[in-house]
């Protein structure tokens, strides 16, 4: 049975010097001050009494090899003579005496290094020692890398994986497209005609897609296609799992093509809890830009199509990731390592009011860009169908121009020429009513021109 450890060195441990055992009438500050003083004078005094201690056995051991050597030499000598005169006698005697006093002095001395060990106060200063120490410099500490939101980037060896992939994959296109090529001698149909029949069956089974709300819009048109070709059948092989491409290397069209269902599920989730446990178990997909973008298009659309409510969810859920992604990159870590730090600082009331707070602010943002996003489709959709706008629906807060007047309220006190020019877009009849006015009366009207939008200076 092995011998249990000894602990009793430990008894011993002196209490910190800023405990809290100051009487009230004592000042803080001054009494740690004196505490620590007088247990370094304490420790100063000891190791100076262990010094001369150890200096004088060192210098009493010296003096006990000299008489040994002495000793031992006078009796070599002496077993080779019969006579020894007295002086030699009492030399050797007193030799012996002194080596017993020096020998009985190390024994003291030994002793009071041995009650200065055994009685020693430990505190923070003597419990440890360094041992090694060493700067490690790293030569890439420049090299950032998080992107500017605070995403993690691909390292090397993704980068390599992903660009082996796509060589794989072009080969496979080519190797498919010569089989297609020569299959379609025997009636196999092709992929262009699989996608015209997959769209075509699409149409067919979607009656309400002719009576779409106008209001409705899609994320993008990128983000549109990537949703029909994330739900829609492959018409091509996955890579192999061993080329499988990272996360951040995918564009957002591939993104969204492999993990929209993901994205969108997180999107439901209303507890923080679960939102957390959501995060741990798929953050390698939700921790990256392409997600993030995908929410805030999403909180956008939600909010133009009516869905304020879950616009509002959305919107929580996108800003967990934009917070997470901040929070990492001022720590300098992987997006991954501060789920739990993040939800724990959610615990602190006065931490999540300052969170939805944030998340309030970005609710306003996009019903501000909601209705801006609106006015631009409706603009975009009375032009491409020819039809005018009427300037005085716009409210006047919005049609002012870059000198602060209105445009409606100018073009009422311009001379009837002007109007006429303006009506008919025409250059050449604003130059002729221009001419026909005093030069004063012309840089006065067109001024105003310029002020209220009707007419650009460059």
């Known amino acids: ?11 011993n441990i002196e209490l910190s010097d800023d405990e809290d055992d100051v009487h009230p009438n004592i000042d803080r500050e001054s009494w740690f001050r004196l505490k620590h003083r007088s247990r370094v004078e304490r420790e100063e005094k000891e190791d100076k009494d262990k010094k001369r201690i150890q200096d004088e056995n060192a210098k009493a051991n010296l003096r006990i090899k000299e008489i040994n050597k002495i000793l031992s030499k006078s009796a070599s000598v002496g077993e080779g003579s019969d006579s020894d005169s007295d002086d030699d006698l009492e030399d050797l005697e007193g030799l012996r005496a002194e080596l017993k006093a020096l020998e009985d002095s190390i024994t003291d001395n030994q002793a009071k290094l041995d009650h200065y060990e055994k009685n020693k106060k430990w505190n923070v200063d003597n419990m440890c ?3 090694e120490e060493r700067t490690i ?14 995403y993690a980037l691909p390292t090397e060896a993704e980068q390599a994986a992903a660009q082996a992939a796509a060589e794989k994959q072009m080969e496979k296109k080519s190797q498919a497209g010569s089989r297609e090529s020569s299959g379609n001698k025997t009636g196999i149909p092709t992929e262009k005609l ?4 997959l769209e075509d069956s699409k149409k067919a089974e979607d009656p309400a897609t002719s009576k779409k709300d106008p209001v409705a819009v899609s994320k993008s048109s990128e983000s549109s296609a990537s949703a029909l070709s994330a739900k829609s059948p492959q018409l091509h092989p996955q890579p192999d799992s061993e080329l499988s491409v990272s996360v951040a290397m995918l564009s957002y069209h591939e993104f969204t093509q492999k993990y929209a269902d993901t994205v969108e599920e997180f999107m439901s989730i209303e507890s923080l809890d679960k939102s957390r446990d959501f995060l741990l178990n798929n953050g390698d997909v939700l921790l990256q830009e392409n997600a993030s973008n995908y929410l805030l298009l999403a909180s956008l659309e939600d909010e133009m199509n009516g869905l304020h ?6 919107a929580r859920q996108s800003q967990i990731i934009s917070n997470i992604a901040e929070l990492a990159k001022s720590l300098k870590t992987h997006p991954g390592n ?11 009331k006065e931490l999540y009011d300052g969170f939805m707070d944030g998340v309030n602010q970005f609710i306003q943002r996009v019903e501000v860009r909601a209705v801006q ?12 169908a020819g039809e005018p706008v009427d300037v005085s629906e716009i409210p006047r807060e919005e049609r002012l121009g870059p000198g602060g007047l209105d445009p409606m309220e100018v073009f009422e006190t311009l001379p009837e020429a002007m109007q006429e020019a303006f009506e008919s877009r025409e250059k050449d009849k604003l130059e002729a009513a221009l001419q026909a006015m005093s030069p004063d009366e012309a840089s006065y009207h067109l001024q105003r021109c310029i002020d209220c939008g009707l007419w650009n200076s460059g």
Do not use: C, T
Not at 139 to 148: G, L
């Open 1 to 11: 049975m092995s011998k249990p450890f000894d602990y009793s060195k430990w008894d």
């Open 129 to 131: 020692n360094v041992v």
């Open 137 to 150: 410099v790293n030569a890439n500490v420049k090299e950032s890398k998080f992107s500017d939101a605070g």
């Open 194 to 197: 699989s996608k015209a029949k």
């Open 309 to 314: 409510q879950k616009m509002k969810l959305v």
């Open 338 to 348: 501060v789920i739990h730090p993040f939800f724990q600082r959610l615990q602190n």
């Open 373 to 384: 996003k609106r006015k631009e489709m409706d603009e975009e959709r009375a032009r491409e």
